[in-house]
């Protein structure tokens, strides 16, 4: 994979900005009021300070288990980890993306594309005040490239402001615009493998954490609540994000998840190397929540459907508006959806069944359709060809040649025929 000279430029200048702004906000930051306690009981930094040690080369446990963090140790609050489920839209039911089997998962021995969408985000009536709340997906690759460079990362960071009535719509923020998906679309996990966070974290209202963003969006001129940085290293990210934390300083963690491993083919599950605790990758709709509504969501979930990223009664009216829908549905649960696409790169290495079985589809319908133009054809009618004039068989030695014809003079157009001759003479 190369890297083009554009995709070097954005990164240095993500990166470039960042250390631009570092007087600035320095000075923000030593201005700003200090939060209270009761309201960021979290150390921002605490968190994600190493939090890229187990893909990061330069740390010293790189590539180790022992560089995964716990709940128990490294999370801030263990009620507040991260749960992933998956959507399984065949059945219309939720099932914990743990629970995703070997064989529904794509049988590729290669790398894979990874495209993550933000759906929508929900807070529950338990967290839902005029504070703003940071929502972040991390994604990166374990393997190295080629092993030539470190392993990339992928990030999007957005800010979601609610309105008066407490809700939080993506639409509005622009999370439906090719700008809110750019930085989380197109990632590859070598070996059909890597690693997936969520976090959303509630920052004071004096954040220097979003007095940050907002001049980065600024400087970036963007208009959306949002600051994606596509394919960064490893070691690069870690860096901004630990100076991002050290702005933040104190937070509330409504989710806080860990770098979990991604499994996205069969191959990659059967790695000898792989980490015990993993979720399973498929093309399709992800709910995240928290690990202290997972209860509360167990008590519903046989009556909840998942629809463009909300979840609803399947009882409800469905002539109601579809938010309306969903602010009765759960309403003490906070939750995060988004869209998962997996695809493999080489698809001849692929077999006929792929994730989410649209790959699959494909593949028959491509062996349906040659099948019907191989038999069309040979059903088809075909005009004869006129035979060939048959070449003269060589002479034999000694025999005598055959005397050919005098060849006709061909008539030409400046040629003109003779006048007649005058009786007269």
Same mark, same amino acid.
């Given at each position: ?57 330069? *740390? ?6 022992? &560089? @995964?963090?716990?709940? $128990? +140790?490294? %999370?801030? /609050?263990? #009620? ?8 399984? *839209? ?6 914990? &993306? @743990?629970?995703?089997? $070997? +064989?529904? %998962?794509? /049988?590729? #021995? ?17 967290? @839902? ?5 940071? %929502? ?290």
């Amino acid at each position: 994979m190369s890297v083009s000279r554009r995709r070097f430029m954005t990164d240095s200048s993500a990166l470039g900005l960042l250390a631009a702004l570092l007087p600035q906000m320095a000075a923000a930051q030593a201005a700003a009021p200090q939060a209270h306690s009761e309201d960021t009981p979290h150390d921002s930094y605490d968190f994600w300070n190493g939090f890229f040690d187990s893909v990061n080369p330069y *740390a010293p446990n790189y590539g180790e288990k022992s &560089a @995964t963090r716990g709940p $128990k +140790d490294q %999370l801030p /609050d263990p #009620g507040a980890e991260t749960q992933y489920l998956h959507y399984k *839209a065949d059945e219309k039911r939720l099932r914990y &993306a @743990t629970d995703i089997g $070997k +064989d529904e %998962l794509l /049988d590729h #021995g290669g790398d894979v594309a990874i495209s993550v969408a933000l759906s929508q985000f929900r807070p529950g009536n338990g967290d @839902t005040n005029v504070r703003a709340s940071q %929502l972040r997906v991390d994604t990166t690759q374990i393997h190295p490239y080629l092993n030539i460079i470190a392993p990339l990362a992928w990030t999007a960071i957005a800010s979601l402001e609610p309105d008066k009535a407490g809700k939080v719509s993506m639409d509005q923020l622009g999370f439906k615009a090719p700008q809110a998906t750019q930085g989380t679309s197109k990632i590859l996990f070598t070996q059909g493998t890597g690693k997936l966070a969520v976090n959303v974290s509630k920052a004071a209202n004096t954040s220097i954490f979003v007095k940050a963003l907002n001049v980065i969006m600024a400087g970036a001129k963007i208009a959306a609540p949002l600051v994606t940085l596509p394919a960064i290293s490893v070691p690069a990210l870690s860096a901004f994000t630990e100076v991002l934390s050290y702005w933040e300083d104190r937070t509330r963690f409504v989710m806080a998840g860990n770098l979990t491993t991604a499994v996205a083919t069969q191959q990659a599950l059967d790695d000898p190397d792989r980490e015990d605790h993993y979720v399973g990758l498929l093309s399709g709709d992800y709910l995240m929540l928290p690990q202290k509504h997972t209860d509360d969501l167990a008590k519903e979930l046989s009556n909840l459907d998942l629809i463009q990223g909300y979840l609803v009664r399947k009882d409800a009216d469905p002539n109601m508006p579809l938010a309306a829908r969903a602010q009765l549905a759960a309403p003490g649960i906070t939750y995060a959806s988004m869209r998962i696409s997996v695809t493999p790169l080489d698809a001849s290495m692929a077999s006929g069944k792929t994730s989410g079985g649209s790959s699959g589809e494909s593949s028959g319908a491509s062996k349906k359709s040659g099948a019907k133009k191989s038999s069309s054809t040979s059903g088809s009618k075909t005009t004869p060809k006129e035979p060939e004039p048959k070449k003269p068989e060589p002479k034999k030695p000694g025999e005598p040649k055959t005397p050919e014809e005098p060849k006709k003079p061909e008539p030409t157009d400046t040629q003109t025929p003779p006048p007649p001759a005058d009786p007269t003479k």
